[in-house]
């Protein structure tokens, strides 16, 4: 078959970054916290099988993939160093894998992300998994949720009023207030 593209051994593929832990949350059914503080620019691999989009009616984990080149291995153009869209291959599903980034949570409005994709991915145009890296954008204290940003049309898609994720055992990232120098950048 087909050789598995995952920067992961065989064990964590099975029960993913031990670093990660999954646990339960009182309304988005689990999260994902830091087993331990975590540094800024931690990497982690999301991963899953390569196929359709699933209509956004159905429970849905899945992430846009986007194969690298298979010569540079990296996904923007080689002269301008731009990101590529046009090269969409499906999603990546992590339903039936050891993926544990699926119950990384969205930011509540309150709240920010602290987790990002790198656009790093791996797998073959058309083959059977693929993955994609995301990094930590801060450090990410002990039982703090992880979170990234699942896009703008995410929530309206779902009939799912936004809300902020954060528990008492489990908080979530706050958005950072602006100082008035940033104020004062943005009316300009």
Aim: a positive charge; glycine letters at 10%; hydrophobic letters at 25%.
């Amino acid at each position: 078959g087909e050789p598995i593209p995952i920067p992961y051994c065989s064990v964590h593929l099975q029960s993913g970054d031990g670093a990660l832990r999954v646990v339960n949350h009182p309304f988005a059914g689990k999260c994902l916290v830091a087993r331990y503080d975590l540094p800024a620019k931690y990497r982690i691999a999301f991963w899953g099988n390569r196929g359709r989009c699933p209509t956004s009616d159905k429970e849905d984990r899945s992430i846009s993939f986007y194969p690298p080149n298979p010569k540079t291995g990296s996904n923007r153009c080689q002269k301008s160093g731009i990101l590529r869209t046009d090269n969409y291959n499906g999603v990546l599903n992590p339903k039936d894998t050891g993926d544990v980034i699926q119950y990384a949570a969205c930011p509540g409005p309150t709240e920010r992300q602290n987790m990002r994709s790198t656009f790093q991915y791996w797998g073959n145009r058309n083959g059977n998994m693929g993955g994609l890296e995301f990094i930590t954008l801060s450090k990410v204290p002990k039982n703090t949720q992880l979170c990234h940003w699942y896009g703008s049309g995410w929530w309206s898609a779902r009939n799912v009023k936004r809300q902020d994720v954060a528990t008492k055992n489990y908080p979530a990232p706050k958005r950072l207030k602006k100082t008035s120098q940033q104020t004062k950048i943005l009316k300009s």
